[in-house]
Structures are given as structure tokens and as C-alpha cells.
């Protein structure tokens, strides 16, 4: 027996040995040391001064305007601060203002005015306009794939008339162009059934012709009435359009491979309606406070993360899209992939993580190979806490657009914006069903106090555990493995018998 051990312990030994002499960077690294580091509190405090800046410069820091220049100035310092070198992107872009309240009635057969922000909004890019006309109904059969996107869903469009169009199913500015197209004098998209409130969209580029956005409700009663007798609109809108500068911020981490990027992106404005510190005040916050604190991983950072804090994305996408554009194909082919962080602390918050291998069968464009990968990095870490997340589609909605669209892996998590909480939702995350997952979306009351905590914590957790995943290793998005350096040479141990008989080292 005594012999047995003796055997039993020197191969554990052997073992042990054997362990030993695998290198450092062989193992994957603790994948919560980074999200120890990234405190709430300190992003928080990012939180605070995004709010603060908006305060203090006409309570928006909206692209174009002196809140986003200051915001764009405290990123750039807070990345100074914490030793890097960040590159200022500038860029021009169409830049667009309500000038006066619009005005939405109907005239006839009933006279009834619209209430603006609450039956309806403008859509950033109409145009000026005052145009009193019969509306047309088009495609008015077409169900929660709304209307519009087919130049053939306006045949016998009379000219002149004002386009009833449903949401849905294509960009605004393709509704929006169609209908231009057939004679419309104005278009009315209105909200599909399961959205709360008006639409609040970009057309992406200025238009001519005014164009609104009211709830589900208004735009299908006006259909009704237009069906069984017709109904005559006025549409009134005063805009300014001008050309302003917007800018992309963007650090690279002084440690990782240059040749094997991860870019991780949140944008830097918000709307001009509000202080946006949920969108995206908690996505820059976060990679702000993850930036500061990746160096303390050392060695473990063996790709190089790039942190980019995009311009313009509320006008339409704008900053990523010309980064993307601009970027030599050779340093294209340099991005691993790309991690989107927009919204993370909805106060009616869902873990939704973007459905990197179509398993819903909702995205728009067909996600780049490597996106199923990181979308089950992420579902594995919330799994791993024992939490639920729900698939959200890649539909073109935020600043990965540009990344997948030219090929690039993407992936990310979004807490939820104007859509609808489901019962089932409730019960898996807390919070009340039946409301908006942001009810503050794109509104005045999108604060400092916008935000779920407990949500916003895991969020958080999650950004920065998968984001010092692929730091060390992409293997599974790209099929990049690092090289292993082979172990250093250990010298010879004379190992002698103790007293009773077990080896031992000295």
C-alpha cells in the first residue's frame, strides 16, 4: 500500500509538472476579472458628467450642436488621461433642426388637429412644407411587413395626394422615395400595430417634401376613412438643413496584435430632445470606464481592442458607416469583429443579444460567419449567472450596420427601446409588462435616472467579460489562434526522499 501511494503520488506529480510547462497564454483568461474591474459606480460617474454636459449646452448633446463638441472633448481627454492616443475623426454630415411646430390635422370630412410628440412626430430629414391634399392609402392590405417598399405598391397613385404608408419592412427613406416617385406632396408612415407611440425615425438624407410619423392608431383610422370615402390631411413642416461637423473618436490599446483588431463601439450623441444617457450615454460610459481599466490585464490582452465612440448615429448612422468607408481594405481585413454596445440600462430593460446566426429568422441582412460566435459568447457568460436573454435582430438600427454589411463579425446586447415588454419578459426579468422598454426613448426624460441599476450592472458585466474574451483569443469568429511561445527552459530539481518515504523538492 505504502508502495501504491508512493507510485500514485509521484505521477500526480509528473502531472503537475506536465501542467507547468504549458505556456502562460495556452489558458483562457478569468473571464470576470475585467467586469471586477468595470465598477457601476465608476461608470456611473461617466453617466453623471454626460449628463452634466448636457445640462450646461441646451439640454441635448445631439451631433452639430455644443453639447456632442463638449462630449467629443471629454472622451478625448478621458482616454488621454488614461494613456492613450486618441484619433478625432472628423466629418461633415447634413445637419437638421425643426424650425416651428408642425401641424397635422385633418380637414375634411371631419376638421380634428394631431397633437404633436403624442399622435405624431417629424421624421429627422423631411423637408419644409405646408401641403393640404386627399390621402391615399397604399398597400393598405399589408400586414406587420408594412407598405411601401415595392415601386409597384403605388400603382394608380394619384398624383398630388398625400401617401398613407404603414411602417415596416424597408428604410423610411425607401417608402419615402417611392412615393416621391408616384407624385406624392407628402407621406404619412404610420406606426405598426405592436409599437407604442408615434414614429420616430431618420430618413438618412434630406427630402424636399414633409414627411411624419404618427402612432398605429391615427394612421389606421385615416386609412379607414380614406377607404370609405376619402379624407383630406394637412401637413405642415419648417425645418433648417445645413451642413455641420460631427466626429468619431478612436483609441487602440497600446498592448494586443494589430493585425487582429476588436473594435468595440457605442455612439457619442444623442437626439436633440434630450440628454440621451441611456442612449447612448450608457454605452460610452461603459467603454470610457472599460478603456481605463483593460491595461490592468496585462499580457492577457493579446489582440488589440480599439475603442470607437461614433458620431452622428442619430442622424442616420453616420460616424461608423464613414469610418467603415474610409478604412483601407487592408485594414478592413484587420477587424476580427465588432462589438456594439447601444443602450444598455433601459429602465424596462430585456438582455437581448443580437441573433449573430439568424436562428429567428428576423435580421435583414445575412450576419457575416463568426456573428453566431459571439452571439453565444454572450448568452454562455448571462447563462453562466444564471440569467435569461432574449435574440434581437440585426436590422440595421445601430452602428454594426456598417461592420456586418461589409463583411465584418458582429455582435453585441441592447436593453430595449420603444418596443413593448411581453408578459413573458415580465416574469423572466422583472418589470412591468405592457410598457416600453425605455418609455423615456428618444425624449426630454432620458437622464441620469433612466436607468435600471440591476440591469445596467449586468450589462456591463457582460461587455466587459466577452470584450476580454476575444482581447485573448478569436478563434472561434475568425480562426485566429496565436502562436504559442514555447516555455522557458527549467533547470534540472534534485528531488531526495523525505523521512517518510514521499518525494519532496528542495
Same mark, same amino acid.
Given at each position: 500500500?505504502?508502495?501504491?501511494?508512493?507510485?500514485?503520488?509521484?505521477?500526480?506529480?509528473?502531472?503537475?509538472?506536465?501542467?507547468?510547462?504549458?505556456?502562460?497564454?495556452?489558458?483562457?483568461?478569468?473571464?470576470?476579472?475585467?467586469?471586477?474591474?468595470?465598477?457601476?459606480?465608476?461608470?456611473?460617474?461617466?453617466?453623471?458628467?454626460?449628463?452634466?454636459?448636457?445640462?450646461?449646452?441646451? @439640454?441635448?448633446?445631439?451631433?452639430?450642436?455644443?453639447?456632442?463638441?463638449?462630449?467629443?472633448?471629454?472622451?478625448? %481627454?478621458?482616454?488621454?488621461?488614461?494613456?492613450?492616443?486618441?484619433?478625432?475623426?472628423?466629418?461633415?454630415?447634413?445637419?437638421?433642426?425643426?424650425?416651428?411646430?408642425?401641424?397635422?390635422?385633418?380637414?375634411?370630412?371631419?376638421?380634428?388637429?394631431?397633437?404633436?410628440?403624442?399622435?405624431?412626430?417629424?421624421?429627422?430629414?423631411?423637408?419644409?412644407? %405646408?401641403?393640404?391634399?386627399?390621402?391615399?392609402?397604399?398597400?393598405?392590405?399589408?400586414?406587420?411587413?408594412?407598405?411601401?417598399?415595392?415601386?409597384?405598391?403605388?400603382?394608380?397613385?394619384?398624383?398630388?395626394?398625400?401617401?398613407?404608408?404603414?411602417?415596416?419592412?424597408?428604410?423610411?427613406?425607401?417608402?419615402?422615395?417611392?412615393?416621391?416617385?408616384? @407624385?406624392?406632396?407628402?407621406?404619412?408612415?404610420?406606426?405598426?400595430?405592436?409599437?407604442?407611440?408615434?414614429?420616430?425615425?431618420?430618413?438618412?438624407?434630406?427630402?424636399?417634401?414633409?414627411?411624419?410619423?404618427?402612432?398605429?392608431?391615427?394612421?389606421?383610422?385615416?386609412?379607414?376613412?380614406?377607404?370609405?370615402?376619402?379624407?383630406?390631411?394637412?401637413?405642415?413642416?419648417?425645418?433648417?438643413?445645413?451642413?455641420?461637423?460631427?466626429?468619431?473618436?478612436?483609441?487602440?490599446?497600446?498592448?494586443?496584435?494589430?493585425?487582429?483588431?476588436?473594435?468595440?463601439?457605442?455612439?457619442?450623441?444623442?437626439?436633440?430632445?434630450?440628454?440621451?444617457?441611456?442612449?447612448?450615454?450608457?454605452?460610452?460610459?461603459?467603454?470610457?470606464?472599460?478603456?481605463?481599466?483593460?491595461?490592468?490585464?496585462?499580457?492577457?490582452?493579446?489582440?488589440?481592442?480599439?475603442?470607437?465612440?461614433?458620431?452622428?448615429?442619430?442622424?442616420?448612422?453616420?460616424?461608423?458607416?464613414?469610418?467603415?468607408?474610409?478604412?483601407?481594405?487592408?485594414?478592413?481585413?484587420?477587424?476580427?469583429?465588432?462589438?456594439?454596445?447601444?443602450?444598455?440600462?433601459?429602465?424596462?430593460?430585456?438582455?437581448?443579444?443580437?441573433?449573430? %446566426?439568424?436562428?429567428?429568422?428576423?435580421?435583414?441582412?445575412?450576419?457575416?460567419?463568426?456573428?453566431?460566435?459571439?452571439?453565444?459568447?454572450?448568452?454562455?457568460?448571462?447563462?453562466?449567472?444564471?440569467?435569461?436573454?432574449?435574440?434581437?435582430?440585426?436590422?440595421?438600427?445601430?452602428?454594426?450596420?456598417?461592420?456586418?454589411?461589409?463583411?465584418?463579425?458582429?455582435?453585441?446586447?441592447?436593453?430595449?427601446?420603444?418596443?413593448?415588454?411581453?408578459?413573458?419578459?415580465?416574469?423572466?426579468?422583472?418589470?412591468?409588462?405592457?410598457?416600453?422598454?425605455?418609455?423615456?426613448?428618444?425624449?426630454?426624460?432620458?437622464?441620469?435616472?433612466?436607468?435600471?441599476?440591476? @440591469?445596467?450592472?449586468?450589462?456591463?458585466?457582460?461587455?466587459?467579460?466577452?470584450?476580454?474574451?476575444?482581447?485573448?483569443?478569436?478563434?472561434?469568429?475568425?480562426?485566429?489562434?496565436?502562436?504559442?511561445?514555447?516555455?522557458?527552459?527549467?533547470?534540472?530539481?534534485?528531488?531526495?526522499?523525505?523521512?517518510?518515504?514521499?518525494?519532496?523538492?528542495?
Amino acid at each position: 500500500m505504502r508502495r501504491a501511494a508512493l507510485a500514485t503520488l509521484a505521477g500526480l506529480s509528473l502531472a503537475a509538472a506536465a501542467l507547468a510547462a504549458v505556456p502562460a497564454e495556452a489558458a483562457p483568461p478569468a473571464p470576470a476579472e475585467l467586469a471586477k474591474l468595470v465598477t457601476l459606480k465608476n461608470v456611473r460617474h461617466h453617466q453623471l458628467n454626460l449628463q452634466k454636459i448636457a445640462d450646461a449646452n441646451g @439640454g441635448n448633446r445631439a451631433a452639430g450642436l455644443p453639447g456632442n463638441k463638449i462630449t467629443v472633448k471629454y472622451i478625448a %481627454d478621458q482616454l488621454k488621461r488614461a494613456g492613450y492616443t486618441p484619433t478625432v475623426q472628423n466629418f461633415t454630415f447634413d445637419f437638421w433642426q425643426e424650425t416651428a411646430e408642425p401641424v397635422f390635422a385633418e380637414t375634411a370630412p371631419e376638421a380634428k388637429t394631431f397633437a404633436p410628440g403624442t399622435d405624431y412626430a417629424t421624421l429627422q430629414y423631411s423637408g419644409s412644407g %405646408d401641403v393640404t391634399a386627399a390621402a391615399t392609402p397604399v398597400d393598405s392590405g399589408a400586414t406587420g411587413d408594412g407598405s411601401g417598399c415595392e415601386a409597384d405598391d403605388f400603382a394608380g397613385f394619384p398624383a398630388g395626394h398625400i401617401a398613407l404608408i404603414q411602417r415596416g419592412g424597408c428604410f423610411f427613406s425607401v417608402k419615402t422615395d417611392n412615393a416621391i416617385a408616384a @407624385g406624392a406632396s407628402a407621406v404619412v408612415i404610420y406606426q405598426l400595430p405592436d409599437q407604442p407611440g408615434p414614429v420616430a425615425g431618420t430618413l438618412t438624407t434630406p427630402y424636399d417634401i414633409p414627411v411624419i410619423g404618427p402612432t398605429n392608431a391615427v394612421g389606421k383610422a385615416l386609412v379607414e376613412q380614406a377607404n370609405n370615402g376619402g379624407v383630406t390631411l394637412r401637413v405642415t413642416t419648417a425645418v433648417l438643413n445645413e451642413k455641420r461637423e460631427a466626429a468619431n473618436v478612436v483609441a487602440d490599446t497600446k498592448r494586443g496584435r494589430a493585425d487582429n483588431v476588436v473594435v468595440v463601439g457605442a455612439h457619442n450623441d444623442s437626439v436633440t430632445e434630450g440628454p440621451g444617457i441611456n442612449d447612448d450615454g450608457s454605452g460610452t460610459a461603459t467603454l470610457l470606464e472599460m478603456a481605463k481599466q483593460i491595461r490592468k490585464l496585462g499580457p492577457e490582452v493579446r489582440n488589440k481592442v480599439r475603442f470607437a465612440f461614433w458620431g452622428a448615429e442619430e442622424e442616420g448612422l453616420l460616424g461608423s458607416q464613414y469610418y467603415v468607408d474610409n478604412l483601407p481594405q487592408a485594414e478592413r481585413d484587420k477587424v476580427a469583429l465588432m462589438l456594439d454596445f447601444d443602450m444598455l440600462a433601459s429602465p424596462n430593460y430585456v438582455n437581448f443579444v443580437y441573433d449573430g %446566426d439568424d436562428s429567428a429568422g428576423e435580421n435583414n441582412v445575412e450576419p457575416p460567419a463568426g456573428s453566431g460566435a459571439i452571439e453565444k459568447a454572450f448568452n454562455d457568460y448571462f447563462a453562466g449567472r444564471g440569467l435569461a436573454t432574449d435574440p434581437t435582430p440585426f436590422n440595421g438600427r445601430s452602428d454594426y450596420n456598417a461592420f456586418i454589411t461589409a463583411g465584418i463579425p458582429a455582435g453585441g446586447v441592447f436593453t430595449g427601446a420603444e418596443g413593448i415588454k411581453t408578459p413573458e419578459q415580465a416574469q423572466a426579468y422583472g418589470g412591468t409588462a405592457g410598457v416600453a422598454y425605455d418609455p423615456c426613448y428618444h425624449s426630454a426624460c432620458d437622464r441620469y435616472d433612466n436607468v435600471d441599476l440591476t @440591469g445596467f450592472d449586468h450589462m456591463i458585466d457582460a461587455t466587459a467579460a466577452v470584450t476580454q474574451l476575444f482581447a485573448h483569443s478569436t478563434l472561434t469568429v475568425n480562426g485566429n489562434e496565436l502562436a504559442r511561445r514555447a516555455a522557458p527552459a527549467r533547470p534540472a530539481k534534485r528531488t531526495v526522499p523525505d523521512e517518510i518515504g514521499i518525494y519532496a523538492t528542495r
